[in-house]
């Protein structure tokens, strides 16, 4: 699963989206730090690792059903943009 982050990044990098880098960036820091925080069982890293997934997840969630033009999204309207 990682490793789809590191392609990511470089298809990223070819392009001028540099908000997707960074969001990557973030998921990928988030991620060591949950599992930093499973191995040495911080609980506070444990929660915001937890809240983070939770807000990916529903972001992600969100852009798919953008771009498949899901319920009342449209590519074509300029409120979601």
């Not at 991620?31 to 506070?44: A, D, E, N, S």
Request: aromatic content about 24%; overall charge neutral; charged content about 5%.
């Amino acid at each position: 699963i990682q490793l789809t982050f590191f392609f990511l990044q470089v298809f990223d990098f070819l392009g001028y989206q540099w908000a997707p880098i960074l969001a990557n960036f973030l998921h990928i820091i988030m991620v060591i730090l949950g599992l930093f925080g499973t191995i040495q069982y911080r609980p506070r890293y444990i929660v915001v690792y937890a809240i983070w997934t939770a807000v990916w997840v529903t972001w992600n969630i969100f852009i798919i059903c953008f771009y498949l033009e899901v319920g009342g999204l449209s590519k074509v309207s300029d409120v979601w943009l």
